[in-house]
């Protein structure tokens, strides 16, 4: 877990939370074991990866050195699927987490604002593919990043709204499902989509959800 960090929780489902939580997502864990955080690649915690899968700048490269030297190995185990190429856009791979606190990096590439085609529907699929790989792997809590909207520039509000109408799919396949933001606009503006976007149901109160059982109960 994460200590001083902000925290806005939502019921996603009858057994899922969504979390929006202020924070760096390299320090982010739930139980160690059943969670992964998502890397945005250029190829996969889930991590904004560029399709090499190698490591970056931004969030992909905090990912990288919070996680050591295995994760960029581990890396370059994940067969190319076009030259240069180990994640193409949209897409998600997984690799442990290593030095992390998180167990698993999901490593995913969206799409560049204006430039990727469709770049609406690869962000829906790097959310959706992201997700369906920790589903796969049995991972229980996950944690996601504002893909795309930093070096691509996706506008924030389209983003969120795309980010969370997307993971509400899977309500059903996780215990809890977290956006840790580094920035207060980005937060604020998941905070206030995820307002918007009924029937979720919002609680300020840290621990209003049990861990390890996602029922929901007056404290």
């Not at 019921?11 to 979390?19: A, P």
């Not at 202020?22 to 889930?46: F, H, N, P």
């Not at 979720?200 to 996602?214: E, I, P, Q, Y």
Request: charged residues 20%; aromatic residues 10%.
């Amino acid at each position: 877990m994460m200590s001083n960090s902000e925290e806005v929780a939502f019921k996603l489902s009858d057994c899922c939370v969504l979390k929006i939580v202020k924070g760096d997502i390299t320090s982010w864990s739930v139980d160690g074991s059943s969670d992964a955080i998502i890397e945005e690649s250029r190829l996969v915690q889930v991590n904004p990866a560029n399709g090499r899968m190698l490591g970056g700048n931004g969030a992909d490269g905090a990912i990288h050195d919070a996680a050591g030297a295995q994760l960029r190995a581990a890396c370059y185990q994940v067969p190319e699927v076009l030259p240069g190429v180990r994640c193409p856009t949209g897409e998600a791979r997984i690799t442990p987490g290593f030095n992390l606190p998180a167990s698993h990096v999901i490593h995913t590439v969206g799409p560049v604002y204006n430039a990727d085609k469709n770049s609406k529907k690869l962000l829906e699929n790097a959310y959706r593919n992201s997700m369906i790989v920790a589903k796969e792997k049995n991972i229980q809590y996950i944690a996601f990043i504002a893909i795309s909207c930093g070096i691509f520039r996706y506008p924030l509000d389209e983003a969120a709204s795309i980010a969370i109408f997307t993971v509400k799919e899977f309500g059903k396949n996780f215990k809890e499902v977290h956006f840790v933001m580094f920035s207060d606009d980005t937060y604020t503006m998941w905070v206030n989509k995820a307002n918007d976007l009924a029937p979720l149901h919002r609680t300020n109160k840290a621990g209003f959800f049990s861990n390890l059982n996602c029922c929901f109960k007056t404290v």
